[in-house]
């Protein structure tokens, strides 16, 4: 009996150990943990600063950290993971008033070298865009004046262009008939140099496209092959456009999709009340690149699939989470930068890893 039960003793370690072979444990315990490490990746969550009140802008540093504007205080924050936020900038000449303040900030092309980065503000006359060296106490230089401001629809968006443009959304400052006005540099995007100077191939000066109500914000996608901008709408259809200069983006005539002859389309629109897009960006991930749209009145992130010049696929996340989102920002490691819009000292810059 003896010998029985120590063959079955020997029989069942024998059973036991067949699944735990090191090589099978060993694979089976490295998969496993895999998916728990993705598992929490996936709801990974790090707020990168607080105790803001209405951040507009944010523009990524080379260093892993970003610039972030804030409207009404015309402060530039430097927010970088694993540092407490702080001020490197005051723009005290901006004067905030409804939708206008300090907005817009983008990386000059040639940062590494100069450290320059541009801004789009509002003044006691107008709203202008300015050059800034990080690390300089210098007062803003102005590169583009006069363009109209207004309590409402200031636009404030800019991106550059690596090799050397900036483009520049502006807003129709609630005089409609600005945006069909090309002597007029709202209702706009316009191209320029780094100097302010019109762009060569421009159609109007500074003005590259016309018919625009809002421009909110602008992003090339990857490789800078095509340029988007997001636009707040009037009651019913907030806009996503493909740019193209020369182009005539319809407003007052026409909001959304007209199918109208001379007038370019959206390749996207939403209501008001489940967008009023704001931030864009791109998230690339291996081989896939997405766009993201910030939505303040929509309280979401906007997940939006790109092919060519068309948005085949929207899709919203994070609806509610954090209440109004302003500005986006993707980054290298697949993240996502998000700033909400809530104000009172309650806003916050707040890393999703990864991107959603
Ligand atoms: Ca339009």
Redesign the pocket.
């Known amino acids: 009996m003896i010998g029985l039960r120590t063959l079955g003793v020997a029989l069942m370690a024998v059973i036991l150990a067949v699944p735990l072979t090191p090589a099978a444990a060993g694979a089976d315990r490295t998969a496993t943990g895999h998916r728990a490490a993705a598992t929490r990746a996936a709801a990974a969550t790090d707020v990168l600063a607080s105790g803001l009140s209405i951040p507009w802008g944010i523009a990524a540093l080379p260093d892993g950290g970003a610039l972030v504007t804030e409207r009404d205080s015309g402060r530039i924050w430097r927010v970088k993971p694993g540092t407490r936020a702080s001020v490197v900038y005051t723009v005290t000449e901006t004067r905030p008033a409804g939708e206008g303040g300090l907005l817009g900030i983008a990386l000059s092309p040639d940062f590494a070298r100069t450290k320059a980065y541009f801004i789009y503000y509002t003044t006691a006359t107008d709203n202008r865009v300015a050059r800034v060296v990080l690390g300089s106490t210098a007062r803003p230089k102005p590169i583009v004046t006069g363009i109209p401001k207004g309590t409402i629809h200031n636009g404030g968006g800019l991106v550059a262009r690596s090799t050397g443009y900036l483009y520049i959304g502006t807003g129709d400052t609630g005089n409609r008939a600005l945006a069909q006005n090309t002597k007029s540099l709202g209702g706009k995007v316009l191209k320029v140099n780094l100097n302010g100077a019109a762009a060569s191939g421009n159609r109007w000066g500074r003005v590259s496209s016309i018919?625009?109500?809002n421009v909110q914000d602008l992003v090339f996608s990857p490789g800078e092959k095509r340029l988007w901008a997001t636009?707040l709408?009037q009651d019913t259809?907030d806009?996503l456009?493909y740019l193209v200069v020369g182009g005539n983006?319809?407003?007052p005539i026409?909001?959304?999709v007209c199918h109208r002859a001379g007038?370019?389309?959206?390749a996207r629109t939403w209501s008001p009340a489940q967008a009023s897009p704001s931030g864009i960006t791109t998230v690339t991930t291996g081989s896939v690149t997405r766009f993201y749209v910030g939505a303040l009145r929509g309280q979401r992130v906007w997940k939006i699939a790109v092919s060519g010049a068309t948005a085949p696929s929207a899709t919203p996340k994070l609806i509610g989470t954090y209440g109004r989102i302003r500005g986006v920002q993707g980054r290298g490691d697949g993240s996502l930068w998000i700033m909400t819009s809530n104000g009172g000292g309650t806003d916050r810059v707040i890393r999703l890893r990864p991107a959603p």
């Open positions: 018919g625009h109500r636009e709408g259809h806009e456009n983006y319809g407003w026409c909001e959304g007038f370019r389309d959206p």
